[in-house]
């Protein structure tokens, strides 16, 4: 119940696509699900996220949907850009727990 | 600049010797976290602490030991009873519980030979 299932594991997109990555939760206690970003020789950092009172958020080319009946969440990166070329966590968490669950992650790669 | 440092950024070990990761942060933050990333598995909790002189066990805690004498720092010991220590590893700390972001360290890359 504590698992996070992501996919896919790796993406390749053409520049200027759409970019999807889905996250799937089995723990309904779960009430904050943010995204993460890392390049390469970094540490992750936050990029969006979603409480589940809305079905979606969007900030700039990024939208988190989130499906609550289904227990599922995904990333869209719209115009995907070469600079979107990153390692994306999800990740999950519970109000007054100070763990977060995170997804395998998903390498992208926006060729140019 | 607020933020966490992790330090070294990379480091060597011969096998059987026990190494410790510094990390420390002054965002003033409650909660402090290690975890190990290797490729397709994702970020795994070692160990987090809540509060000073206090720290729970995370998914694969063997083989690792953690301290926090103090509110900004939380340095991981990789002792020689780790079986695979070679990894990259990520400090992060919350300032609470509720909807707050994750603030991460730029990692120390341990190899092991």
């Known amino acids: 119940q504590q698992q996070v299932k992501q996919s896919p594991q790796s993406l390749i997109v053409q520049k200027g696509g759409i970019s999807i990555i889905n996250c799937a939760y089995e723990?309904?206690?779960?009430?904050?699900f943010p995204w993460y970003q890392q390049f390469p020789g970094k540490g992750p950092a936050l990029l969006i996220a979603i409480r589940p009172d809305v079905s979606e958020k969007k900030e700039g080319r990024f939208t988190i949907s989130f499906n609550k009946s289904a227990k599922q969440f995904s990333l869209h990166i719209m115009d995907s850009q070469p600079g979107d070329s990153a390692t994306y966590f999800c990740?999950?968490?519970?109000?007054?727990?100070?763990?977060?669950?995170f997804g395998t992650g998903t390498r992208l790669k926006v060729l140019a | 600049d607020g933020g966490i440092t992790q330090s070294p950024k990379y480091l060597f070990r011969k096998e059987g010797q026990n190494v410790t990761l510094s990390c420390e942060q002054n965002l003033n933050h409650d909660a402090m976290y290690w975890y190990r990333q290797d490729p397709g598995q994702g970020l795994r909790l070692i160990y987090y602490?809540?509060?000073?002189?206090?720290?729970q066990k995370g998914d694969i805690a063997e083989g690792y030991s953690v301290s926090r004498e103090k509110k900004e720092s939380f340095p991981l010991t990789v002792t020689s009873a780790q079986k695979n220590p070679t990894a990259f590893y990520l400090c992060?700390?919350?300032?609470?519980?509720?909807?707050?972001?994750?603030?991460f360290g730029q990692g120390t890359r341990l190899t092991v030979v």
């Open positions: 992060a700390s919350r300032i609470g519980t509720d909807y707050t972001e994750a603030f």
């Open positions: 990740a999950a968490s519970k109000k007054g727990t100070y763990k977060y669950i």
């Open positions: 723990n309904t206690a779960f009430d904050y």
């Open positions: 602490s809540q509060i000073v002189n206090d720290f």
